[in-house]
């Protein structure tokens, strides 16, 4: 079964500076596809940013960027310039083909944004 | 766009009462998926149900606990004879196709409280 390990359970950052969060899958598949979703205190679950396996290039959405390494099943997420918005729960979550949309999370990163 | 709603955000019931959570998904979306939520855990996949159709509850308790999505109307998901156990966050979430990377869209919860 596909599990994805999240080895950090909190992590804390001063305002303004950058953070990287982890997280580690375990898969056969060649092709699937990797999320980040954030739950801040009001508990919505919001897509932060997502990787498809079989593009290179990492993606980025402003502030937000991975670190996909394949071979290695890594997918971290670094976040530059933390606001105290970003305090939340982070989730690193994985979707295969088999699957089709029925995601499995990791056990999540508490983020505190301190000023 | 309205998201994907789902009611009541807060219900406690007593042991052995019956839960009703229901989930609107978004304009346009036929597909809608039910996640729960234990304390300090990730989300856990339950049930992937088209309009009519239940196409995986690989993830549901096998007692007690279903799913329907009609033709007309929210989607259900009812846990009869409810426990302590139960006690948990019930994430919908909904998408206008099947596939992986589709974004699935999450509704804000319901939060069943079982005393």
């Known amino acids: 079964a596909q599990t994805v390990t999240q080895s950090q359970p909190e992590m804390s950052v001063q305002e303004a500076e950058t953070v990287t969060l982890s997280c580690t899958y375990d898969t056969s598949e060649n092709n699937y596809y990797l999320f980040w979703y954030k739950q801040p205190p009001s508990r919505q679950m919001i897509l932060v940013i997502r990787?498809?396996?079989?593009?290179?290039q990492n993606a980025t959405e402003n502030r937000f960027s991975v670190n996909f390494q394949k071979a290695a099943k890594s997918f971290s997420l670094k976040i530059s310039d933390s606001q105290l918005g970003d305090t939340a729960m982070y989730f690193c979550a994985y979707d295969a083909m088999e699957y089709g949309n029925k995601l499995v999370f990791g056990a999540g990163t508490i983020l505190r944004v301190k000023s | 766009n309205a998201g994907v709603m789902q009611n009541p955000r807060h219900l406690v019931r007593r042991r052995g009462q019956e839960a009703r959570l229901r989930c609107s998904p978004m304009k346009g979306h036929s597909h809608v998926y039910w996640y729960r939520q234990l304390p300090e855990e990730g989300l856990k996949f339950m049930v992937y149900?088209?309009?009519?159709?239940?196409?995986?509850e690989s993830g549901m308790p096998k007692e007690r606990f279903s799913a329907e999505f009609p033709k007309e109307g929210p989607s259900i998901l009812r846990i009869q004879q409810v426990v302590r156990g139960d006690s948990a966050a019930y994430f919908c979430a909904s998408s206008p196709r099947r596939g992986i990377g589709n974004t699935i869209y999450f509704g804000e919860g319901s939060w069943l409280t079982v005393v």
């Open positions: 149900l088209q309009k009519e159709n239940i196409i995986d």
């Open positions: 990787q498809e396996a079989y593009k290179q």
